[in-house]
């Protein structure tokens, strides 16, 4: 059996150092490949360690080998909202381009 955290025994974190986000983002990032931008939507409670995750190519499978900007973050107070936000950004592709539209004329 494998040693885990447990409250009152103490367990394999010492006391105050586990760090709880009180915040879920749902992000869209983007990158340039053979003149075509491409998207990836995600969510995560710490943003900047995922981005560099995906940059560094230990994300989601589609995104290695490229480098990751993000353009678009929305925080969310619960995990089930912003995993169902996530859900509802990655099938709206309206949405998404528009996103991206923005992103480009800037």
């Known amino acids: 059996r494998t040693r885990g955290f447990h409250p009152r025994k ?6 105050g150092t586990a760090i709880m986000s009180k915040y879920y983002y749902v992000y869209l990032i983007v990158t340039k490949r053979n003149k075509k931008l491409f ?6 409670n710490n943003i900047s360690k995922r981005l560099k995750l995906h ?3 230990k994300g989601a499978k589609f995104t290695k ?8 973050k929305k925080r969310y107070k619960s995990k089930s909202i912003a995993l169902k936000q996530e859900y ?5 592709y309206k949405l998404r381009n528009m996103i991206k539209q923005k992103f480009t004329n800037e």
């Not at 080998?65 to 678009?72: H, R, V």
């Open 88 to 92: 509802l950004l990655k099938k709206n």
């Open 55 to 57: 940059n560094s190519g």
């Open 65 to 72: 080998g490229n480098y990751w900007k993000l353009i678009y």
């Open 39 to 44: 998207s990836y939507v995600g969510y995560s």
């Open 10 to 15: 103490r367990g394999s974190i010492p006391l």
